[in-house]
Each structure stands twice: as structure tokens, then as C-alpha cells.
């Protein structure tokens, strides 16, 4: 195969990857062994990311772009008119370790369309990962895509030699895949999750008895949502991840914003690309049901379906449960300071570490690098009168707004200053 060809496959089935959105790397400690080439280990690996915010510091493509599906919302889709191209396994492997000694990336990440069936292709993925492993001795960073319906044996293998496993379910609901995604069955997602899960589980156990028995997929996995593309509300869209995360034991679920690449009319229409701000919203609400404390009903409800744009979810929580406020900085627990607007984690545990020293007042909390635009209408401290007084929820969002906005006018017009 001639260097030209290769060239053209990986420009069009590195172009044919950029949607997925899951390829954080994050989380992997594998140590290079045997004089091999790379390392995944401790802190992850560095990433860098496009303008539109998506990773490229991985070698991320797909095996193939062919694909026997016709999913409504996906450029690979069979009934697309587009360039398809195929890698051979023994490409993909000599591409890898071409770019890693090239200093170009620290991983790879590797999808594919269905060609044939899901074991056929899930069969190659495994073999990239395989050869990297045993041929190659690399001990970068791999992430590979389960194909739905994928073997159980395959599944087994591929965590084996992959840092992390992920199956995209796409469609956050059964009724929205039955209409986008009509070839695909949603037990077909759940079932290799669940292997990948009780595999984690026994190895991990296994390891405690036996310590020489390998990690499997010891970054965990993953899947990713397309958000806006089949009508779920935000309600719907974090109950299904708190679902995976509970039952499967995921590490992340990533949110992808519908962008309309082609015409189908099965979907929105075209124009109406998703806003960016949904998705950070999405992902904050993640943010604060793994990390916070929240739960997924406490944020989103049937009262509540969508999550407010103009506010982060915890203020939005936090004016509807007014009754839990004023929160006394130095006396409360924990989970509670976790609660307050503009109290981020790191400063949950500075004011625990500081209070056993003094009681905190105003300056303090300053100190600490708490937000106190935010948090002073929701906060009592040591010798400061609370602040909220007899504001509404409505007066609060309006303040803390107004404050944003004035701070944001005043930081551009310093910045305009300097061109004075
Ligand atoms: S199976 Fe995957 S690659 Fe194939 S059309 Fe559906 S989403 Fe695209």
C-alpha cells in the first residue's frame, strides 16, 4: 500500500472520527515496562484540544467508515453519500507507533463503522490493541469503542490490552434510538457495559488474591449522548446517565451537541445546531451529581425539565430551596457547603482545614477564593449579618446577574484600555 494512499485513508477516517466527543484519557496508570515505548501513567496524558473544544492530543480515527447502519443523526451512515475508506490492522498499528516516536500524540483512539457485523469489526479493533500491546510493547494510552453486540469473549479481550472501553449509546432514550437508529437494539449497548463491568469487578477482586493479575481497562468506561437530536429534555438526559453511572459504573458520560451535518427528516431541522451552553450545563449537572452530592432529582424534575441557561444548575437549585439558606460557614457540614452558590470543592475543604483555627469571617472567605458575589446571599459567617435579607429568589438572581454583567463590562473596558 502505497505512503500516498495511507495518507488519504487517514484524512478521511480521521475527519469521519471528529464527532466523538469521548476521548478524554484521563484516569490510566499504566507504567512503561519492559524498555517498551510510552507510558499512560498518574496525572493521564496531555491533551489539547480543537477550537471547538475537541481532543486531539490522541491519534483518533476509525478503522473504517463503512457501515451496514443507516443511524439518521451519523455522517457515516450507509445512505451518505461520502468517501468510505478501510484501514488494515497493521496500518493502524504502524500509524500509531509512526506518530508516537514523532512526538504527535500519547494515545489512541480507536472507533469504526460496522462493517459486516459487530464481531467482525470489534474482532479488528481488538487486534490493533493486541499487536500494540504484544508486537509493538507500546504502553501508550488506548481507547477503543465497542462495536454494539459485540461477543462477550470480545468484549473480555479488548479490556485486556485497551486503557478504556467505551460503547457510545448516542440517543438518550429507547424511543428516540427506535426512530433514529432503527438497526439498533438498546440492549445491544447495555450488554457489553455490563460485561465490561463484571469484568472490572472479578479482575479487580482476582488482583486482591493474585498480584500478578493484569488490570482490566483500567481507565473504566465510558459512552456519550447526542443532545437535541431526538427531543429528550434535560430531565431525561441526566436520568439516564445517573443510571449508567449507578448500575454500570461509568466513569463519564459525554455530552454532544446535535450539529446538523446532513438532512434526514427524522431530525431537527437543519440550522438548528444545539447551543453550546446546553452542553455545559449538562456537564455541570454531571459535575455536581458525581462529585457534589446532588442528586439527579434535586437538580431536574418533572416540575423542572430543563435546566436554566441564563444560571448554573447549583444557583438554579439553590433559589428554589431558599428555605435551606442562610448556611452557617462555620458550623456546617460538609455536604451543605457544598451546596452554597460560588463554594467550589477545593473551597469546601479549605473552610473545613480553617475553621478548626479560627472562626471565619468575610476576609477569610475572601482569602480562601470564595465567589462572594454569589455566596453572600446564602452564607452567615462570624460576625457578618446575613446579606440575603428580604430578597426574593427573582431579586437575588437579578443582583448576581447584574453583578456579572458589570464585572464582565468592567474587565472589557480595561482590556479596550489598554488599546487607548
Ligand atoms: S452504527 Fe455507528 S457508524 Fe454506523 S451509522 Fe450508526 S452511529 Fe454511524
Known amino acids: 500500500m502505497s505512503f500516498e494512499r495511507v495518507q488519504e485513508k487517514l484524512k478521511i477516517l480521521a475527519d469521519a472520527a471528529k464527532y466523538d466527543v469521548s476521548c478524554s484519557s484521563s484516569g490510566s496508570k499504566r507504567n512503561n515496562k519492559n524498555k517498551g515505548l510510552g507510558n499512560a501513567t498518574g496525572m493521564g496524558i496531555c491533551h489539547s484540544y480543537t477550537e471547538d473544544g475537541r481532543c486531539v492530543s490522541l491519534l483518533k480515527i476509525l478503522l473504517t467508515n ?47 463503522g460496522i462493517f459486516k457485523n459487530a464481531d467482525y469489526t470489534m474482532e479488528r479493533l481488538v487486534a490493533v490493541a493486541k499487536k500494540l500491546r504484544n508486537e509493538e510493547n507500546f504502553n501508550g494510552y488506548i481507547h477503543l469503542k465497542s462495536i454494539p453486540g459485540a461477543s462477550d469473549e470480545l468484549m473480555r479481550e479488548a479490556g485486556l490490552y485497551a486503557d478504556r472501553l467505551s460503547v457510545n449509546i448516542e440517543i438518550p432514550s429507547k424511543s428516540g434510538l427506535k426512530k433514529l437508529a432503527p438497526d439498533k437494539n438498546f440492549d445491544d449497548f447495555i450488554q457489553p457495559m455490563n460485561k465490561v463491568k463484571n469484568e472490572i469487578i472479578q479482575y479487580q477482586s482476582e488482583k486482591k488474591i493474585i498480584k500478578s493479575t493484569p488490570i482490566y481497562a483500567p481507565a473504566g468506561q465510558s459512552t456519550q449522548m447526542i443532545i437535541g437530536a431526538s427531543g429528550e429534555s434535560d430531565f431525561q438526559i441526566m436520568q439516564t446517565s445517573n443510571h449508567f453511572y449507578k448500575k454500570y459504573h461509568l466513569k463519564r458520560v459525554y455530552y454532544s451537541g446535535y450539529v446538523p451535518i446532513s438532512y434526514d427528516n427524522r431530525l431537527p431541522k437543519i440550522g438548528s445546531e444545539v447551543p453550546m451552553l446546553r452542553e455545559n450545563r449538562l456537564y455541570q449537572t454531571d459535575w455536581l451529581m458525581r462529585f457534589y452530592g446532588f442528586h439527579v432529582n434535586e ?18 437549585w439553590a433559589l428554589r430551596n431558599l428555605h435551606e439558606f442562610p448556611i452557617d460557614i462555620n458550623t456546617a457540614d460538609k455536604r451543605m457547603l457544598a451546596r452554597i452558590p460560588g463554594v467550589g470543592m477545593q473551597s469546601v475543604h479549605k473552610i473545613i482545614h480553617a475553621r478548626r483555627y479560627r472562626k471565619l469571617n468575610w476576609e477569610h472567605l475572601k482569602k480562601i477564593g470564595i465567589t462572594l458575589n454569589r455566596a453572600r446571599y446564602f452564607i452567615t459567617c462570624h460576625s457578618q449579618e446575613f446579606e440575603r435579607r428580604d430578597l426574593t429568589a427573582e431579586n437575588i438572581k437579578g443582583l448576581i446577574l447584574q453583578k456579572g454583567k458589570s464585572k464582565y463590562q468592567t474587565t472589557l473596558s480595561n482590556q479596550l484600555s489598554l488599546f487607548d
Open 66 to 112: 463503512h457501515c451496514i447502519y443507516d443511524c439518521a443523526y451519523c455522517v457515516t451512515r450507509k445512505s451518505n453519500d461520502i468517501k468510505r475508506a478501510a484501514f488494515k490492522v497493521q496500518e493502524v498499528v504502524d500509524l500509531t507507533i509512526q506518530f508516537y516516536r514523532r512526538n504527535y500524540i500519547e494515545g489512541l483512539f480507536l472507533s469504526s
Open 299 to 316: 437538580i431536574l424534575n418533572t416540575q423542572h425539565q430543563h435546566l436554566d441557561l441564563d444560571i448554573d444548575p447549583k444557583l438554579s
